[in-house]
């Protein structure tokens, strides 16, 4: 069958434990809500039934700072290859002092110590 690849954020996560005498169930459910679709995801999504069975992966679309450094310090980002030669810690620098700001650039929000 089709295959489509959905951009969503998680509105709610509901479980349900349910007990009868001898059986035990659970459920889960997850609502999506900001789904983001474009035209051939939508023809692809409707080629699924309502009770059809499919294979769901959640992956988180935030970027995590400590996975992006330990990933570029293992090399495994195409691209990368940081085989010793470059230090991960590289990846993110504080400088402190009075610097020049560059054309376009301006100060957000100045933090004092």
Do not use: C, H
Not at 2 to 16: M, P, Q, Y
Not at 36 to 57: G, Q, T, Y
Not at 79 to 99: H, R, V
């Amino acid at each position: 069958m089709g295959e489509s690849v959905l951009s969503a954020s998680i509105k709610k996560i509901e479980i349900v434990n349910k007990t009868k005498k001898d059986e035990w169930q659970q459920s889960v459910r997850i609502i999506l809500g900001d789904i983001e679709l474009n035209n051939e995801n939508f023809i692809a999504l409707r080629k699924f039934r309502p009770d059809e069975m499919v294979n769901v992966s959640i992956e988180s679309a935030q970027i995590s700072l400590f996975e992006e450094k330990a990933a570029i310090a293992e090399g495994s980002i195409v691209g990368e290859s940081n085989k010793g030669t470059e230090d991960a810690d590289d990846l993110f620098s504080i400088e402190e002092g009075d610097m020049d700001l560059k054309e376009g650039e301006y100060v957000q929000k100045e933090f004092t110590i």
